[in-house]
């Protein structure tokens, strides 16, 4: 299947610092990607759609200034956590969207601690 | 708006077991539905997808139905094993292709 990663797998950071997360589909190219955001025993939310070479849309309730998506080429989406605080940790998914079947396919996640 | 529950939230069963964890969708108007498993910490697996044409998938030990007319998908799962203790979650394809989740079955199976 279609695989996609993730980089980094974890990171801790200072509060008031920016994280940038990427999400990269190795074997085939992706229009379409998704951010989810999972909290300990929940499922998944998902946060915002990224369209290759256009704005992001974002899933109600989700801050699109302090969640910074760009997915400047077919390969590459990176999800920027600005001025990151306490309430932001959380794990962080990506996936893409695999024509035709449009069946989506994760990262293996990145771990966000922010002290 | 379409909501998915996953029934029930959590499962303990001894190894060898045949079991079925169930998935529920309130609106049938599906583009697709898909079973994943996740592992503690980890990212998410695709294991099986359905379109809403099919009726079943098949993978291995596992088998995956879709009856949309009654807005339910079962995941069977035959002969468990340890190795298959894991979250199990379903999601449900909409026309925009955005999944709508499940909470997610917590999968045991006791060696």
């Known amino acids: 299947g279609a695989v996609v990663s993730q980089h980094p797998s974890w990171v801790i950071c200072k509060s008031g610092t920016s994280v940038k997360i990427e999400c990269r589909s190795l074997?085939?190219?992706?229009?379409?990607m998704f951010w989810y955001r999972q909290f300990p025993k929940q499922s998944l939310m998902l946060m915002a759609t990224?369209?290759?070479?256009?704005?992001?849309?974002?899933e109600q309730g989700v801050e699109k200034d302090k969640f910074l998506i760009n997915h400047a080429s077919l390969t590459l989406s990176t999800l920027t956590v600005t001025s990151a605080h306490p309430e932001d940790s959380s794990f962080y998914i990506c996936s893409a969207r695999v024509s035709p079947l449009n069946e989506q396919f994760f990262g293996p996640g990145t771990r966000l601690t922010v002290l | 708006k379409q909501e998915v529950t996953q029934i029930p939230a959590a499962l303990s069963v001894p190894e060898g077991e045949n079991l079925v964890l169930n998935c529920s969708f309130t609106?049938?108007?599906?583009?697709?539905l898909q079973w994943f498993r996740q592992d503690p910490g980890k990212g998410l697996t695709s294991l099986l997808l359905i379109q809403s044409s099919q009726r079943e998938q098949t993978s291995g030990r596992l088998n995956a139905s879709l009856d949309k007319s009654s807005g339910r998908s079962t995941l069977y799962i035959a002969a468990s094993q340890p190795g298959d203790s894991a979250t199990y979650l379903c999601a449900a394809s909409d026309s925009n292709y955005q999944l709508i989740w499940g909470a997610g079955t917590k999968l045991i199976i006791k060696p």
């Open positions: 609106d049938s108007a599906i583009y697709n």
């Open positions: 990224s369209n290759e070479g256009s704005k992001a849309t974002y």
């Open positions: 074997d085939f190219q992706a229009t379409t």
